[in-house]
């Protein structure tokens, strides 16, 4: 059986077929539940204009609700010569109610329908995200806390430096990832208008509302222009892998951290014996392989931009086929930075830090700079100080003093956590989720 909503007389060529649907069935399962949310509000727009009857509404609206539920739950399938989601959802509904069905496409094509799948995908993902980051954040300002007192070497150039601390090092992430968040917030804001109603790029002769189905949806607004609208697919997804980029970059930096830290030339941390994994030959060995696949994965996900950036840039105005491939990409990355998301939250909970790394004396010469302040708070000139300091290095008579007194903002005596901790939760609130889960929830529930 074949079914295509663009095709009449003609089938096209067997090869041909298999080549242009691609991956595209497999990718449209990721869709499915938001192709029907989408029908819902496109046919309750309908009904509005005199498209629809209202028996004819409710109907279908039952139906889609219970196709609704069958995605929900991941049993939707698309059945072999069955072309996409939208030809799979409006097969269901014609099975089940006759010619009915058949109504749900007017007044749209199905370029704004995947342009609007994708987006109501992908702010669901950008949700999940947010909650995902926040859990780790939280463990990461918990843990920099919990160790603000507990030293450890600053590196520059992986030469032994200044003093740190964990409060500082779990606290940078903790700030890295509020960044993130932030950048993460203005690709959501760009994902949630409406694109529904541009149909093939042009507009509809169909009085729509495209206000309704924007409310409907539970959209900020819409994409206003027609020929915009469709310019946006492709746009979208990479301004959110720029954002997806920024959180992967930052677990990606603190899974080498983790790594190098937990080996036993620095000792600085220790994994959790669970949480590692062993070697065939060396019954010694406990490898951080978490943390060095989430390292490859996050930097495999810091190429997701550059990848739809060459698929679409070389595109005038208009609908093009190549813009299928962006979603073999796009779509399954979440679920790759989500777990990496949740395996780093994990392994940040359970991680151990060694509290007496300074007492080593080849971490001896951290001190050195602290030296020179203190002799300059005692009226020596800076220049003078710092000399005087490098001679004693150098005749190997420098005796440190390891009492640190930092106390400026963001210091190690002064995390500043709590302002970390308020400009996250500006943020996160920024987001404004409500109106979305709340339109999803009416239309679904009804």
């Given at each position: 059986m074949s079914q295509k909503l663009w095709e009449k007389n003609i089938q096209v060529d067997h090869e041909v077929d298999i080549f242009t649907v691609g991956r595209d069935r497999e990718m449209d399962l990721y869709l499915a539940k938001y192709d029907v949310l989408g029908s819902m509000a496109h046919?309750?727009?309908l009904e509005s204009i005199g498209l629809l009857t209202k028996e004819?509404?409710?109907?279908?609206l039952a139906e889609l609700r219970n196709i609704y539920t069958i995605a929900n739950n991941g049993q939707f399938i698309i059945e072999e010569g069955i072309e996409d989601v939208h030809s799979q959802v409006e097969l269901m509904l014609t099975r089940r109610l006759g010619d009915v069905g058949k109504k749900i496409h007017s007044g749209r094509s199905r370029n704004d329908q995947v342009l609007l799948d994708l987006k109501l995908f992908t702010r669901a993902q950008i949700q999940e995200l947010v909650t995902l980051v926040s859990g780790l954040f939280d463990i990461l300002i918990e843990q920099s806390n919990r160790y603000k007192n507990i030293l450890l070497p600053g590196y520059t150039h992986l030469q032994v430096a200044m003093p740190s601390s964990f409060g500082l090092w779990f606290g940078a992430y903790a700030e890295s990832l509020s960044d993130d968040l932030q950048m993460l917030q203005a690709a959501y804001k760009i994902c949630n208008r409406n694109p529904l109603g541009s149909a093939a790029g042009y507009g509809?002769?169909?009085?729509?509302?495209?206000?309704?189905?924007?409310?409907?949806?539970?959209?900020?607004?819409?994409?206003y222009?027609?020929?915009?609208?469709?310019?946006?697919?492709?746009?979208?997804?990479?301004?959110?892998?720029?954002a997806m980029a920024g959180i992967a970059a930052t677990l990606s930096k603190?899974?080498?951290?983790?790594?190098?830290?937990?080996?036993?030339?620095?000792?600085?941390?220790?994994?959790?014996?669970?949480?590692?994994t062993g070697s065939s030959i060396m019954p010694h060995k406990k490898n951080p392989d978490v943390f060095e696949l989430t390292r490859a994965k996050c930097n495999k996900i810091q190429g997701l931009p550059q990848q739809i950036t060459l698929i679409s840039n070389n595109l005038p105005s208009g609908y093009f086929r190549d813009l299928q491939i962006i979603k073999e990409v796009f779509l399954p990355s979440f679920d790759e930075l989500k777990d990496c998301l949740?395996?780093?939250t994990h392994m940040m909970r359970k991680v151990k830090v060694n509290e007496h790394i300074l007492d080593d004396d080849k971490y001896a010469l951290l001190f050195s700079v602290e030296e020179v302040n203190r002799l300059v708070l005692a009226g020596v000139p800076f220049r003078d100080a710092y000399k005087q300091v490098g001679l004693n290095i150098e005749a190997g008579k420098f005796v440190p003093n390891k009492e640190v007194h930092h106390t400026h903002e963001g210091s190690i005596g002064n995390l500043c956590n709590d302002y970390i901790s308020a400009l996250m939760q500006k943020v996160v609130d920024g987001f404004s989720f409500e109106r979305m889960n709340e339109a999803e929830k009416k239309l679904i529930e009804g």
């Open positions: 046919i309750t727009m004819e509404l409710n109907v279908l509809s002769s169909f009085p729509l509302n495209r206000q309704m189905t924007t409310d409907l949806l539970g959209f900020d607004s819409m994409d222009n027609v020929v915009y609208a469709q310019m946006g697919r492709g746009k979208m997804e990479r301004t959110v892998a720029f603190l899974a080498y951290d983790a790594c190098m830290f937990n080996s036993q030339n620095f000792g600085f941390i220790k994994l959790p014996d669970q949480f590692t949740r395996m780093v």
